[in-house]
Each structure stands twice: as structure tokens, then as C-alpha cells.
């Protein structure tokens, strides 16, 4: 079996975001990336899906170079191989277009990628390349099971589940449940260095947004403490003042 | 050229959250001058489709094949790619929920449409330019995103804005769509509500609890509370990775964000990722024992205190509230 993991790079979770430039551009100074954590998910699920050479785990990234190191850990967590494309990545629309163009000429099973990414948190890298491919999309999954040509997803909805059969190719969005994230371990990373991680020329793609701004949320109040034998007290303050009950 | 609102229905019915869209879309509309039509696709009702018009829908176009009852997401984005070319409707809006995340891109993939997920705010109209204010970073920071593609698709997040009784109603027409076979690969075989609670990303009250509360066995006090409220329950990241609580419950930068009118944390000291998830709440009340957690600096209301032995007196706050309300 042949998967494609997509994989993006993003601000550490510890990260405190700020901007610079009048609000326009992301402060990037200090920030620690890291492989984004729902795309661990994936990428440990496909692992799993591919153990004891049961197939091969291409990792694919639109990048510049600087992203070189998460692809690098990606490979050290036990992808097989590496593809980056050579551009920063505008938004979802553009990055879905490389990995589609990609994925079209190199017939893959199964292409996973993290529920979404925790930058733009837009969700729609998975249902884009689906349209373009053709392909059924699936978002916010839960567990996966594959079974000779057809998976067992369950997906998430408000309240509850779903569960779906889904015939191969098609792509997913995974989230937590899926699998456990891995840790590399010392032969992961030395090998590593030496696994093919190829560099790719990007498609043109006609773009269809742009960010203009950025804005962090408005500071809260200074907080209102009330002791501990006064709960009727709180009560009364979230009807009265705040009226949220 | 008329707004395209598609309305998202769970068993039938239509959630508090797709009022919000349609108020919102209605919105849109007016400020274009232009009509809003609302599709909904599966199984629902004359008398719930009137609640369409009601808030804000001038037509309804009621899809109600048998094959389309159940939530296919390619057939879904099909359907409502070809409402949107029928109808000659530019910007088409839809929920930013589970199902509409996998919608939206794909109906602007169909359609050439710039998509402006988890939209938090109307669409500011200045100099021919259309940009929408949306969630970013986890809920650590906003951006505003212009879309400059003729056609847009808006996908907006639950709570961001007010449901408009209108008091309104719509004319509903059916409406059908051929729909290619290979859109159906996707086949539901189950669905599994848990009907009993309610769902944390449309709740309006949150109860909360973290590794405060020391183990699974002393969340009955949290689940009183909440249901006392009519509150959702969630956790914080240590309690669902120990297991304590499932992952659906998990609220943070790696789980849901959620934007309820009041989160009430207990015991969670409030770790950035966390924090990260509840920044949109409209109020928060947080108890906890150390005056030094992190979450008070964010907090509206706060009880330092033990949470085994704030809780159940706030239990029975609640409790004399609701005897007297």
C-alpha cells in the first residue's frame, strides 16, 4: 500500500503569537516549529497501516528550506521517503493544488493528512485535494481501519459519530484517536539524514485570498474574585451582571 | 444574484448554530440588496423549513431525494455547487461545523471561490474589496483574509453571531440535482448520536474539569453541575490523554475551540494551548485552589478554593437559584 501523508509546519503549541509590520505579518522571531500535531497523527496512523513492509509512507510538505528539519523528523518517526515543494505556502488552496498535481502522477492508496493545521486551522488542505483528485474526502476522523480495498473511518459530528466504508483511494483528516503520535528513536534519526527527500518546483496556482491583517483577542478585565463560601454570590453575579445564566 | 445559505440538518432538525447562519447570510444579502436562498438537503420537515423564512430566508430549496437523506460530503458539495449555479448566487455561506469543513472547500474548489473558513464576523465591504475576519492560531489570534475571487464561500464559526427573528416566511420549492454516481463512493453505515448530552460545540454553557480534579471517578459533580445548567462538559488535554475523559471532550489548541457564552473551569491551571481554546468565550469563571494559575489572568469570575468543596456548593447555589428563578 502506497500513502501519502501530508505534513505542514507550524509554531510550536507553547508559541505566544504575536505580529509585526502593523499587524501583517506573523512575528516569527524566536518561535520554535514543529511537524503539526494533528499531522503526526496521520503520519503515525500510516505507519502503523504500512508495518513490516506492507507497503510505503511518502511525507509531502510545501515549504522554502527552513522547513527541511520537520521533514526531517518526519522521516525519523518512520516515513519511507520525502517530498518538499519549493514554495512557501500561500494558503490551503495553493498547497492543495502542489499535492494534488503530485498526487496525480504517483498513484497513491491512501493520503492522510491532521484534522487541521494549528496556524490557520482552516481545515480545507483534505476536501480540497479530494475535489481536485476526485476523490472522496473525509474530515475529522477518528479511527481507521483498512480492509483489502475498502476502510472503516469514524468521523466526528456534533454530539456523536459516524461511521463510514469507504473504498480506496480517498483522503482523511485525521484528529486524536486515530493513532498515538511516535517518538523517534536513535536509529530513526540516523537514518534519517540519509532517506530520499525530494525537491520539487511548484505549479502555478491562480491564488483567490490573501491575508491582510491580524488581530489578537481584546485583553479581559482584571477578574472578579469571589470566596469560597460565596457561591450563591457568583450565581447572582453571572445572572445579574455577566446575564449568562 | 441571490446569497446561497445551505442549512445542515442533524436527524431532521436544524441546531441553534444554522439559525446563526442563516441570520448571517441574511445579513450578507441585505448588504448586497439581494434575496437569500436557503437549501437544505435529507429528510426534514414542512414546519421545520418555515423556520428558514423566519429567520431570514426568502426562498427555500428543499432537497429531498432518497439517495441524498443520509450526509454523503462529495454528493452534499455537488448539490450545493449546482444550487449555487442555478441560482446565479455569488457567495454561498454555510456552518463551519464538523460536516461544513468538508463542504466548504470543496463547493469553492467546484465553484472558483476563495473560502473564508471559521469566519467570526460580517464580510467588511471597503474600496470593491470583500475580507472576512476568521479564527486563527488555535484561537490565539484572528486574521482577516480578503478573498478576491468573484465567487466566495464563507463558512461560519457556531456562536459568532446573533440569531435574527425575522419573523418571515419563505415559499419552499423542491429541488433536484442529478448527482454523479461516483460521488456516493462514501458509505454511511451508522450513525451513533448521544442523544442524552448535549454537544459541546453548540453548547452556550461549558462546565470544565482538569487534572484538578485528581480522577475519572470525581466527575459526577462536574456532570451535576452541568446538567443543573444545561451545560456541556469538557476537559483539559492531560484529563482525555490519561483517559479519564474521551478525546471529544478535550477543549485546547489540539482538541475543540469552543465559544460558549460561560466556560467555567475547575481545577485546569491554564496552560497556553488551553487557553488558546476558550479565548472566545464570552464569559469565563474559573475555580481553582492556586491563586497563582494562570487561568485567573483570563478569568471574568474566580473562587480560589478546593474544588471539592466549591462544587458542591455551587451545586446548591444553583440549585436555590433555580427554586427562585
Redesign the interface.
Known amino acids: 500500500m502506497k500513502i501519502l501523508v501530508c505534513i505542514s509546519n507550524v509554531?510550536d503549541?507553547?508559541?505566544?503569537?504575536t505580529?509585526t509590520s502593523n499587524n501583517t505579518q506573523f512575528n516569527a522571531a524566536g518561535v520554535q516549529f514543529i511537524l503539526n500535531?494533528?499531522d503526526e497523527i496521520a503520519l503515525a496512523r500510516a505507519i502503523e497501516l504500512t508495518d513490516g513492509g506492507n507497503g510505503t509512507v511518502t511525507v509531502i510538505n510545501v515549504g522554502d528550506v527552513g522547513t527541511e528539519p520537520t521533514i526531517r523528523k518526519a522521516l525519523a518517526i518512520g516515513a519511507t521517503d520525502a517530498v518538499r515543494v519549493n514554495a512557501v505556502a500561500h494558503d490551503?488552496?495553493f498547497v492543495?493544488k502542489q499535492i494534488a498535481e503530485y498526487a496525480k502522477a504517483n498513484a497513491f492508496d491512501l493520503i492522510l493528512t491532521g484534522r487541521?493545521s494549528?496556524?490557520?486551522?482552516?481545515?480545507?488542505?483534505?476536501?480540497?485535494v479530494?475535489?481536485?483528485l476526485?476523490?472522496?474526502?473525509?474530515?475529522?476522523i477518528?479511527k481507521l481501519d483498512i480492509s483489502g480495498s475498502h476502510a472503516?473511518v469514524e468521523?466526528?459530528?456534533?454530539?456523536?459519530?459516524?461511521?463510514?466504508?469507504?473504498?480506496l483511494p480517498?483522503i482523511a483528516g485525521t484528529?486524536?484517536?486515530v493513532a498515538e503520535p511516535k517518538i523517534p528513536n536513535m536509529r530513526g534519526i540516523m537514518s534519517a539524514r540519509t532517506k530520499p527527500l525530494q525537491v520539487i518546483e511548484p505549479v502555478d496556482v491562480a491564488?483567490?485570498?490573501?491575508?491582510?491583517?491580524?488581530?489578537?483577542?481584546a485583553p479581559?478585565?482584571q477578574?472578579?474574585?469571589?470566596?469560597?463560601?460565596e457561591?450563591?454570590k457568583?450565581?447572582?453575579?453571572?445572572?445579574t451582571e455577566?446575564k449568562?445564566? | 444574484m441571490p446569497v446561497l445559505v445551505y442549512t445542515e440538518n442533524a436527524g431532521g432538525k436544524f441546531k441553534k448554530s444554522i439559525f446563526e447562519v442563516v441570520s448571517y447570510a441574511k445579513a450578507i444579502a441585505d448588504a448586497q440588496s439581494t434575496t437569500l436562498t436557503a437549501i437544505s438537503i435529507g429528510d426534514v420537515s414542512a414546519d421545520d423549513l418555515a423556520l428558514l423564512g423566519k429567520y431570514g430566508a426568502d426562498k427555500v430549496l428543499n432537497v429531498s431525494a432518497d439517495k441524498l437523506k443520509n450526509f454523503v460530503n462529495q454528493a452534499y458539495a455537488s448539490v450545493i455547487a449546482e444550487a449555487a449555479k442555478s441560482e446565479g448566487a455569488d457567495i454561498v455561506v454555510l456552518s463551519n461545523s464538523f460536516s461544513g469543513r468538508g463542504l466548504a472547500p470543496r463547493v469553492g474548489a467546484k465553484l472558483d471561490a476563495g473560502v473564508a473558513d471559521g469566519a467570526v464576523s460580517l464580510p467588511e465591504l471597503s474600496g470593491g474589496k470583500f475580507s472576512i475576519k476568521k479564527t486563527a492560531f488555535s484561537g490565539k489570534a484572528f486574521a482577516v483574509v480578503e478573498l478576491t475571487s468573484a465567487k466566495k464561500v464563507i463558512a461560519l464559526t457556531p456562536n459568532s453571531y446573533q440569531v435574527v427573528d425575522k419573523g418571515t416566511s419563505a415559499k419552499v420549492e423542491d429541488f433536484s440535482v442529478d448527482v454523479k454516481e461516483s460521488d456516493f463512493k462514501a458509505m454511511l453505515k451508522e450513525i451513533v448520536r448521544s442523544t442524552d448530552k448535549i454537544s459541546l460545540p453548540d453548547a452556550d454553557i461549558v462546565v470544565s474539569g482538569g487534572r484538578g480534579l485528581k480522577g475519572p471517578e470525581n466527575w459526577g459533580m462536574v456532570e451535576e453541575l452541568a446538567n443543573l445548567l444545561g451545560a456541556a462538559t469538557a476537559c483539559s488535554k492531560p484529563v482525555s490523554d490519561a483517559g479519564w475523559r474521551p478525546h471529544s471532550e478535550h477543549v485546547g489548541q489540539t482538541g475543540i475551540a469552543v465559544s460558549p457564552n460561560l466556560y467555567i473551569a475547575i481545577g485546569i491551571s491554564g496552560a497556553i494551548q488551553h487557553l488558546a481554546g476558550i479565548s472566545r468565550s464570552k464569559v469565563i469563571v474559573v475555580i481553582n485552589k492556586d491563586p497563582e494559575a494562570p487561568f485567573f489572568k483570563v478569568a471574568d469570575y474566580g473562587i480560589v478554593g478546593d474544588a471539592f468543596e466549591v462544587v458542591p456548593k455551587l451545586i446548591e447555589a444553583v440549585k436555590a437559584y433555580k427554586a427562585t428563578a
Do not use: Q
Not at chain 1, 503549541?13 to 503569537?17: G, L, Q, W, Y
Not at chain 1, 468521523?155 to 473504498?167: A, C, V
Not at chain 1, 457568583?234 to 445572572?239: A, F, I, K, M, R
Open positions: 509554531p503549541t507553547t508559541t505566544k503569537i505580529f500535531p494533528y490551503a488552496w492543495a487541521e494549528i496556524d490557520y486551522n482552516g481545515s480545507k488542505v483534505a476536501a480540497m479530494g475535489e481536485l476526485d476523490i472522496p474526502s473525509v474530515s475529522i477518528k472503516t468521523r466526528e459530528i456534533e454530539g456523536g459519530k459516524e461511521i463510514l466504508s469507504i473504498p480517498f484528529a486524536e484517536g491564488l483567490n485570498l490573501e491575508v491582510t491583517a491580524y488581530e489578537t483577542p479581559r478585565g477578574v472578579k474574585l469571589v470566596s469560597a463560601d457561591t450563591a457568583l450565581v447572582d453575579l453571572l445572572h455577566a449568562v445564566i
